[in-house]
């Protein structure tokens, strides 16, 4: 089901004018997006602010429910092509829900250095956190099933989407 309610695109313009507001000339801004919503939205963020250093995190071999879980089929490599050691990451995933994939990340940008400042972008915000991690960006806050989850897609076109899955 499309949720007309929750245009991506409209969505997208929202944090996008947040994260411009705030970190639009931020010395040794680096964009760092989780895969594979947060990657596309990092490509995007990069275009629009002008940002060359951007990298690629896939968490599933940092989760902490990885036996639970297993191996997805779709594992992609990490690509951090950059210094990280002092520089300013925006993290960018699409949806914070448990921080359980951020706390991941976090720990991933850690194996390649230490950053000066990590700041969290997500495109919505479901709450449910099992952990003490919160977006300083965040364009939406919307409520679901515990049943339900979102998910972003994007068109040939580049256009987003979201979906509601029913589990």
Same mark, same amino acid.
């Given at each position: 089901? #499309?949720?007309?309610?929750?245009?991506?695109?409209? *969505?997208?313009?929202?944090?996008?004018?947040?994260?411009?507001?705030?970190? #639009?000339?931020?010395?040794?801004?680096?964009?760092?997006?989780?895969?594979?919503?947060?990657?596309? @939205?990092?490509?995007?963020?990069?275009?629009?602010?002008?940002?060359?250093?951007?990298?690629?995190?896939?968490?599933?071999?940092?989760?902490?429910?990885?036996?639970?879980?297993?191996?997805?089929? &779709?594992?992609?490599?990490?690509?951090?092509?950059?210094?990280?050691?002092? =520089?300013?990451? *925006?993290?960018?995933?699409?949806?914070?829900?448990?921080?359980?994939? #951020?706390? =991941?990340?976090?720990?991933?940008?850690?194996?390649?250095?230490?950053?000066?400042?990590?700041?969290? =972008?997500?495109?919505?915000?479901?709450?449910?956190?099992?952990?003490?991690? =919160?977006?300083?960006?965040?364009?939406?806050?919307?409520?679901?099933?515990?049943?339900?989850? *979102?998910?972003?897609?994007?068109? &040939?076109?580049?256009? @987003?989407?979201?979906?509601? &899955?029913?589990?």
């Amino acid at each position: 089901m #499309t949720l007309p309610e929750l245009d991506a695109e409209a *969505l997208y313009k929202t944090l996008e004018a947040q994260v411009k507001q705030k970190l #639009t000339g931020c010395e040794r801004l680096a964009i760092v997006g989780i895969y594979s919503g947060g990657a596309w @939205l990092a490509e995007r963020l990069a275009l629009s602010l002008q940002v060359s250093d951007i990298g690629f995190l896939d968490v599933s071999f940092y989760r902490d429910d990885y036996a639970e879980r297993g191996l997805h089929a &779709d594992v992609k490599p990490s690509h951090i092509p950059f210094e990280i050691e002092d =520089a300013t990451i *925006l993290l960018v995933d699409d949806v914070l829900y448990t921080g359980r994939t #951020t706390r =991941a990340a976090i720990n991933t940008l850690f194996d390649y250095g230490r950053p000066a400042n990590i700041m969290l =972008a997500a495109l919505l915000d479901r709450g449910g956190r099992q952990l003490p991690i =919160a977006a300083d960006f965040i364009a939406k806050k919307i409520d679901l099933e515990a049943n339900q989850s *979102l998910i972003l897609k994007k068109a &040939d076109d580049g256009r @987003l989407t979201l979906t509601v &899955d029913h589990a």
